[in-house]
């Protein structure tokens, strides 16, 4: 099964965690109103908008939540 990890308390509750953004255009408004934040010491950011975040197995969601 698939699943997105979102934050549910804290600075950033209701961010999604997904892969940095590459510089480029984006076309989505609510993305670039609110743009991802990169996390510190780890390859991935958290999105505003559910369309960034990463889509991970339920098996492989250890390693994401401990980084």
Do not use: C, W
């Amino acid at each position: 099964m698939m699943h997105r990890i979102r934050i549910t308390f804290g600075e950033y509750k209701g961010r999604y965690i997904g892969r940095p953004l590459v510089v480029g255009i984006d076309t989505n408004p609510e993305a670039r109103r609110e743009s991802a934040v990169n996390i510190t010491g780890a390859a991935y950011a958290l999105h505003a908008t559910e369309r960034g975040a990463t889509q991970i197995l339920s098996a492989n969601t250890e390693g994401v939540r401990a980084e």
